[in-house]
């Protein structure tokens, strides 16, 4: 079970994911995430994964094809402050390098600056 709270930023959308990201609950995430990718004047979505709880490789599937759905039409899923099981497992499946990936919300506002806004 999890939760995503959007936060709406000039051109991006900082979404916060709370709980689960496994495979019972990759429909609902698939389904709600490509509708903010694809969210008319969005050309950035900021996925917060520092409150994931447990996640799988579906979770991850989901990322990845969400992120390659975005980049056909021009835009991108960033990924913030990752827990530090989700980067385990990124590493894992060997799929670390695929998002552009930050640390803190300092370090996302000197690359994104519409998410200070």
Same mark, same amino acid.
């Given at each position: 079970?999890?939760?995503?709270? #959007? ?19 990759? !429909? ?6 490509? #509708?903010?990718?694809?969210? !008319?004047?969005? =050309? ?9 709880? =447990? ?13 390659? @759905?975005? =980049?056909?039409?021009? =835009? ?6 990752? #827990? !530090? ?6 590493? @894992? ?15 996302? @506002? ?8």
């Amino acid at each position: 079970m999890f939760t995503l709270q #959007a936060e709406s930023h000039k051109n991006v959308t900082v979404l916060r994911y709370l709980g689960d990201m496994l495979l019972p609950d990759v !429909p609902q995430f698939s389904r709600q995430l490509e #509708a903010y990718l694809l969210a !008319p004047g969005i =050309r950035q979505v900021v996925l917060d994964l520092s409150h994931v709880n =447990r996640v799988d490789t579906s979770g991850l599937g989901v990322l990845v094809s969400a992120s390659t @759905k975005s =980049r056909g039409h021009g =835009r991108r899923l960033v990924l913030l402050t990752p #827990a !530090p099981h989700v980067v385990e497992l990124l590493k @894992k499946v060997e799929i670390e390098g695929f998002f552009p990936t930050f640390d803190s919300e300092e370090e996302l @506002k000197g690359f994104i600056p519409d998410t200070a806004d």
